[in-house]
């Protein structure tokens, strides 16, 4: 009876594991790089909006029927949206957590100043806040059309995207997260690969060149659809 109690009183192995900083790292890295192959995807499907109205509708259309006949329709998309949205939230839980777990461990004061950290990591934490507060008004604007100016029309995001980057604050609502997006992009993958036990002294440059490469990438492929509209390339 005694050895019952005492088995069920040890924490699971999961709790555990979630319960440790290391834990909580290997979580935000894992939902960082599900997000990450998430945005990769994507940009490469805004970028069809250049090949006119008939690809893009063809896009946003085929998202919708992906894994037909064997799902039904949007099942797929919708599979997409809730293994990115536990990610997201996975994501933003370990973040708060390891931050509070980090103010907590600070002294009160230092004795000698701490080395300045890059723009990018200081900026991490704020940077998810502007990303979270973006994604809530990207799904507004071009999924469900609650905040969409011009009219939204359903299955015709050609048309809604055009809607949105025809209005300035649009563009500025949209710039400035795809600018907090390679930022995150550039701190977040090297650290994803140092927690999950893929650094050396060799390796680490050749991830931190790989973190700007790919942030960099990924933000100029974002920025190019907004810019296209508002030079009229894509009108």
Not at 55 to 72: Q, S
Not at 104 to 109: I, L, N, T
Not at 189 to 196: C, G, H, M, P, V
């Amino acid at each position: 009876m005694a050895l019952a109690t005492r088995t069920e009183r040890q924490p699971s192995r999961t709790r555990t594991f979630w319960a440790s900083t290391i834990g909580k790292k290997t979580v935000m890295a894992v939902s960082g790089l599900i997000m990450l192959g998430y945005l990769v995807a994507h940009m490469f499907g805004n970028l069809k909006i250049f090949f006119g109205p008939g690809e893009f509708n063809a896009y946003g259309h085929w998202l919708r029927t992906m894994g037909a006949p064997v799902l039904h329709h949007s099942w797929g998309l919708w599979l997409v949206r809730v293994v990115l949205l536990a990610a997201v939230i996975g994501h933003a839980v370990a973040a708060y957590q390891l931050s509070r777990r980090d103010i907590k461990a600070r002294p009160s004061r230092y004795v000698h100043k701490r080395p300045r950290a890059s723009y990018a990591t200081r900026t991490m934490r704020w940077g998810g806040v502007i990303l979270a507060l973006f994604i809530v008004w990207h799904v507004l604007d071009l999924t469900t059309g609650t905040v969409h100016t011009g009219g939204f029309q359903e299955g015709h995001p050609y048309q809604n995207v055009v809607d949105t980057f025809s209005t300035w604050y649009g563009n500025v609502i949209y710039i400035v997260a795809m600018l907090a997006v390679g930022l995150h992009i550039r701190h977040g993958f090297w650290s994803a690969a140092q927690t999950l036990g893929v650094g050396s002294a060799t390796r680490d440059r050749v991830l931190k060149t790989a973190a700007n490469v790919l942030a960099l990438a990924l933000t100029a492929g974002f920025l190019s659809v907004p810019v296209a509209v508002m030079t009229e390339v894509v009108s």
